[in-house]
């Protein structure tokens, strides 16, 4: 079964303060992992993809990165529009295609 | 495009009653899903459905929960009798799905916040 790890649960960061966020998972085969972002009662709402080992996507202050058994989310320079709970998701080969397994989160606060 | 649309945003209802949620994918999305998300289990999917038919129900806690998607842009969630316990949000999500070696990326609606007294 897929597992999904985040870590830290929460973090609260100055303004400007960079840091990273991140997300270990089991898979058997690894078709996709997906970073969400979701704001306080919203859905969640679709980063990055990352497919293979080594691959970096980026978005504005936001940077995935990619390795066999855990990915990175850095933030730099994140100012208080970045404050929201950010979930990483595996899809795997295995079984159903389309189903994908959501780690619980982490929830970051950037203070001005 | 107006996104993944859920009905009712907001249901508070009584134990033993029959809730049923609603949900409109994107259109020409081809898969979709229902999720629920509490603090304790974070988001936990139910069922998907892969062009209108369901391919993964091995998340619906029990028999109380059923989901149908009679057509391609209209899908329900139903919780009968409904307990304390189901009490949680409720998403649905929509995807394209291709025969591809990636993944797919799922688009969420805005919830149904679930409160059962």
Known sequence: EDQVTQSPEALRLQEG???????????????????????PGKGPEFLFTLYSAG?????????????????????????PEDSATYLCAVQDYSGGY????????????VIP | DAGVIQSPRHEVTEMGQEVTLRCKPI??????????????????????FNNNVPIDD????EDRFSAKM??????????????????AVYF??????????????????????????
């Open chain 1, 17 to 39: 303060e960079s840091s990273s966020l991140n997300c270990s998972y089991t898979v058997s085969g690894l078709r996709g992992l997906f970073w969400y972002r979701q704001d």
């Open chain 1, 55 to 79: 691959e970096e996507k980026e978005k504005e202050r936001l940077k995935a990165t990619l390795t066999k058994k855990e990915s990175f989310l850095h933030i730099t320079a994140p100012k």
């Open chain 1, 98 to 109: 389309q189903k994908v397994t959501f780690g619980i989160g982490t929830k970051l606060q």
């Open chain 2, 27 to 48: 259109s020409g999305h081809n898969s979709l899903f229902w999720y629920r998300q509490t603090m304790m289990r974070g988001l936990e999917l139910l069922i998907y």
């Open chain 2, 58 to 61: 091995s998340g619906m806690p």
């Open chain 2, 70 to 87: 009679p057509n391609a842009s209209f899908s329900t969630l139903k919780i009968q009798p409904s307990e304390p316990r189901d009490s």
């Open chain 2, 92 to 117: 649905c999500a929509s995807s394209l799905a291709t025969i591809s070696t990636g993944g797919n990326e799922q688009f969420f609606g805005p919830g149904t916040r679930l409160t059962v007294l």
